[in-house]
């Protein structure tokens, strides 16, 4: 349980992160990041896979979507509000906006309507100095990396130095923990056995000393080893069980599942309530296929 | 990481639990305990299923078998030696020999051949006295409960009270703590929110405290909840980082896939080695598979 209640808000739906609450699932599929087809689709003008991605992920149980414009040369700050507004008409989800470049953060929040996640800012000082001011401005929550210009931290207590002190930043400008959200970094367990310890140590620290909310892109752990799904199920309830609060995540069904199997096991879902209605619906869904089944056929 | 190496024997097989190793998967299929069919041959004198499922579940994966006997009105102590000679007959798994009953847990260990886990004995001053010299005497290791006559302690910190108990006692009659596997006891999270947490926050103190290896009942986790595989498979991960070693439980694929992906994600399976060979030969078992299809078609 975190210390903190991030809340987020769209045009008409309200998301909180952290709190007693269950996990918060932030669909990573709209980032054309390693996606072809969608980052030449982006290019060409046609966004109709933006609206597409976000009713699957929604459907399949995000709570908030990632929306990501990153394509090399690019003109990233229109992109990105041209995907934003994509979204934001096809779902009613509240969006993370996901840019490295401070303008395309800048033009994106000026196109949100609600209350957005930022993400993200690091530990650098002209990061901080450029960030911030703008997450205030827009009333925004923002994500926080736990690293600087020097790199990402192999400890964690050295992670959570640049915590504290994003956080700390955060308070200057007038931003109060319950809005930062802090990425205590995934990195993969193919390059670095030590690496989801690290991170599960990162994330108990954080949880421990200073309560804030927690976001991580859980897929990275995974990265280049087969079975990804699996890999990246078994992760969440380790990092959740050590006080992770939310993730950019996949929506396949074995990870969806995964995480709300932990909020159930560690209390965040009493006496099963939600979990037992999904499965409730699902049996529904696949008695109505069922019944359906045989009168389609010809 | 746990402290120390527990070694169990087989005839032909050795098996480790702890140290820098993968967890060890006790396959818990071989109980009368709600299994009313099955209760019911091995009343009448048919063992034909112990054999068949102890090769299921060893070909599903599991390291270990635990086999229990206990079924009302039945002769407990002839009946454990008759399904402990089918067992280790069947395969070449070591054996949790698994019995609340003094006298079947001293027949069961005159059949066994080689270095068994007895399951298992509690910190009740007349349990220890009965049971622990019968260990020692057969050179097996223990399954040591966290709780005493009072029952189960509602906190984490009175259940480490036991399991000091337990390894002292232990001690006290030459087993030493790399032979004493403690049983944090994973109660159902549908009749308490917060079992799991305490669970979990027990084997975090056992671990740091004791170094001892653990063992527990996962698949109590999920008791009398819908999908309870996917509930255990989200459990398994979680009881691994903080410090289990190994579990009774199902060989569902699922169940055995998350605890093969924590390993790998803890860093006991270095460079995913095993993960990949496992990944391979599925792949290689589903193309020989779809190549044979067509050809048995009629």
Sequence with gaps: MSRYETVLRSRTREVVIG?????????ERINPTGRKLFAEELRSGDLSRVGADAVT??????????????IPLVDEPQLLQAMLRAAQDAVEAPICIDSSVVEALEAGLSVYEGKALVNSVTAEDDRLELIL?????????????????????????????????????????????????????????????????VTLETISLIASELGVNMCLGASNVSFGLPQRHALNAAFLPMA?????????????????????????????????????????????AEQTAAQQAPAAAP
């Design 57 to 70: 992920q929604v459907a399949a149980g995000a709570d908030m979507l990632d929306v990501n414009a990153g």
């Design 240 to 284: 959740m069980a050590a006080g992770l609060t939310s993730a950019i995540m996949s929506t396949a069904e074995v990870c969806v599942q995964a995480v709300r199997a932990a909020d159930l096991l560690l209390g965040h879902d009493p006496w099963g309530a939600s979990w037992i209605a999904a499965h409730r619906a699902r049996v529904a």
């Design 19 to 27: 709190g007693s609450g269950p996990f918060c699932v932030i669909g």
């Design 133 to 197: 001011p703008l997450v205030a401005r827009h009333g925004a929550a923002v994500v926080g990396l736990a690293n600087d210009e020097t790199g990402i931290p192999a400890t964690a207590h050295e992670r959570l130095r640049h915590v504290r002190k994003i956080v700390a930043a955060a308070a200057d400008f007038g931003i109060g923990p319950e809005d930062v959200v802090i990425d205590p970094l995934a990195m993969t367990v193919g390059a670095d056995t030590e690496a989801v310890t």
